[in-house]
């Protein structure tokens, strides 16, 4: 806690607040109330999810984010709605500011490993971007990488964050969770 885990500008929150949202839930599985939970400020690393166990031997408060597949499964912390905020730059900006890269409009499935960082999403719309232009659709691109390198590396944030209504599950020590 309290150390830069990510680039100026990057703030990640786990908010089970948003109405009508996939997330959006008044209590998790242990009877904590959803709130909002702010993990990373200005690139600092500021809270974690915590269930009322792991709250406890970290000498937390729960955070509301006990969630389990069924009730013959035990909690354990899992994320509501965690999104990186909008940042002030014009989406038009950071596409012109790119010499070569694939601007990903929509992903399909992906997964984290937690231990290490490393990431892979595949893109279910994407398209190239060519001296600061998009220019064409790009077919079956998949993005991998590390979380906490690319956190490090992230130089401009869109103002323009929407949060994605699709469907899917998230898959934690075997369980899944819609």
Known sequence: MGKRVAAKGVTIVDDATIADSRGAMSVDDEGTPGQYTPLIEDGILTGYMQDKLNARLMGMAPTGNARRESFAHLPMPRMTNTVMLAGQDEPSDIIKSVKRGIYAVSFGGGQVDITSGKFV?????????????????????????????AMQRVSMIGHDMALDTGIGVCGKEGQGYQ
Do not use: H
């Open 121 to 149: 999403f595949s893109a279910s719309e994407a398209y190239l971007i060519e001296d600061g232009k998009v220019t064409a659709p790009v077919k079956g691109a998949t993005l991998i990488g590390n979380g906490p390198e």
